[in-house]
């Protein structure tokens, strides 16, 4: 095949994104992302995030299968859905190594392939599918939502001491698939400040309390994810935990890039 050098395109192209929404327990992910344009919610066995929104949701998925099927009638089907949820990735991950387990006819992920962790390797390519299956509403218009729990894990950093962040509550093969997929990575937390108490004997201890105010972190810092691709990367790295605060810093960061 020959393409015509003269006739490529360099303009922009604006398509639904792709958001990874990572958040420690009970932050309220569910209902910032039931604020999206008109969501559409697949549940996963586990979660209990929707149970006091009044948003459109298909039946909890009990199997992987359920899930790809759930997305196949939104490829498939007229609607009016914008938006579609996945709450959450991590209460899916299980279910994605039952689907693994039982192609390969084992007991366990541990014994996929003999072991020695292939069968987390052989479960991104279930992530793959699910993958190409949003990308594939994305064609058609829909942007799509990943919500994920967070946990703390110790990063062995190369550069320096090894410290404690927030990661994506996932084998860290799927956690990577799904960051480098993703167009938006957010992570909710109540914001902290630290105080200092003397204790006497020019000692002081640092102490961090947390404040009730829910906020969403756009950016990558040593203590949690984030990021983003284009007009993602340029929004402020605090916001309110609130996707009419979300859209605006978005709208202000695409004018920005008008002018």
């Known amino acids: 095949m020959s393409y015509d050098l003269s006739k490529l395109d360099c303009g922009r192209t604006t398509r639904p994104p792709r958001i990874t929404a990572i958040g420690v327990e009970k932050i309220g992910k569910s209902t910032f992302a039931a604020g999206a344009p ?7 066995r586990g979660e209990e ?5 009044a948003v459109p949701h298909f039946p ?46 084992v007991t366990s992920i541990e014994k996929v392939g003999g072991g020695f962790g292939k069968g987390y390797i052989e479960a991104v390519m279930k992530w793959r599918l699910l993958m190409d299956g949003l990308d594939a509403l994305r064609e058609k218009g829909m942007a799509s939502i990943l919500i994920g729990h967070a946990v703390v894990r110790t990063f062995a950093d190369p550069t320096t001491e090894s410290y404690d962040q927030y990661q994506l509550d996932l084998n860290k093969h799927a956690a990577a698939a799904l960051m480098r997929w993703s167009d938006c990575i957010l992570f909710a937390n109540c914001k902290a400040i630290v105080r200092k108490e003397e204790n006497g004997f020019n000692k002081a201890t640092k102490k961090a309390v947390l404040r009730d105010e829910r906020c969403l972190f756009t950016q ?15 929004l402020p790295y605090e916001l309110p935990l609130d996707w009419n605060a979300f859209q605006e810093a978005i709208n202000k960061a695409t004018e920005g890039d008008k002018q």
């Open 49 to 53: 995030g929707i149970d006091d929104l």
């Open 38 to 44: 008109s969501p559409v919610f697949l549940p996963i």
């Open 60 to 105: 909890t998925c009990n199997s992987f299968e359920e899930v790809l099927g759930a997305l196949q009638s939104l490829d498939e089907q007229e609607h009016k859905y914008e938006t579609v949820v996945i709450d959450s990735v991590s209460t899916l991950e299980p279910l994605i190594w039952d689907a693994v387990c039982k192609a390969e006819g």
């Open 220 to 234: 990558k810092r040593p203590a949690h994810p984030g990021g983003g691709r284009g007009v993602y990367g340029r």
